[in-house]
């Protein structure tokens, strides 16, 4: 029995030829269980992907609480007032386990604390506020007034704004790099690495950054 893709009409997914690593963005049309999937023509910016009959191709996409990839070939095209592909149904869903590292520019307000500093359970534990630079499934750079040794433990605090709710992600990180970036004020980009992130937050954090490239894309 063929798997059932955890897919909807309208969602967003994403697409390259087999042996590519450009990933265009599209979004699912229809839908028929065990038969076929049709998608939006995809796109990076104003640029098309023109995929030919038998052509084979890779998706990923992103649900409440995994990413998923398949591999299929495109088995011909519709016309629905717009141009539409047909993918060939897979027989094979996987599941994406390890780290999405795509970085996404983007600038998001962060608590974070530094657990040295905490040992002494008398003492209210003290938050600072910085800003992101960028973010990723593995880690993100801070820009912070302060310089952060690397391999300083680091517990980090933020809201994930996703399209349909906000999510609390909390993470035990580790500094990797830190670079001063103004020569004449202290102000420093840190670089972190997630070092205690379980799949569900990964999973939280992938889908944001595909939502505002997908996003992105739009107002292009």
């Known amino acids: 029995m ?26 699912v049309q229809d839908i028929r269980d065990g038969y076929y999937i049709n998608i939006n023509m995809p ?21 409440e609480q995994s ?14 007032n717009i141009k539409l592909y047909r993918l060939d149904y897979p027989q094979e869903i996987i599941r994406v386990q390890q780290r999405n590292h795509v970085r996404l520019p983007v600038i998001l307000d962060i608590e974070y604390t530094l657990p040295e500093e905490n040992k002494d359970n008398k003492k209210k534990i003290v938050f600072r506020k910085t800003t992101t630079v960028d973010l990723s499934g593995g880690g993100m750079k801070l820009l912070t007034r302060e310089k952060i040794e690397p391999g300083t433990k680091i517990l980090l605090v933020f809201s994930l704004p996703l399209k349909n709710r906000p999510e ?53």
């Open 2 to 27: 063929v798997e059932k893709l955890p897919l909807n009409i309208s969602q967003k997914i994403q697409i390259r030829r087999k042996d590519a690593k450009e990933w265009f963005n599209s979004s």
């Open 43 to 63: 796109f990076i910016k104003e640029r098309p992907l023109v995929l030919r009959r038998n052509e084979k191709v890779v998706v990923r996409f992103f649900s």
């Open 67 to 80: 990413s998923f990839n398949f591999s299929t070939k495109v088995i011909g095209e519709v016309s629905d």
């Open 168 to 220: 609390l992600i909390e993470i035990n990180s580790l500094v990797a790099r830190c670079i001063k970036v103004e020569p004449d004020r202290e102000v420093y980009h840190i670089g972190i690495k997630f070092k205690d992130i379980n799949l569900n937050q990964e999973d939280k954090i992938v889908r944001f950054i595909f939502e505002k490239m997908a996003q992105q894309k739009r107002l292009r």
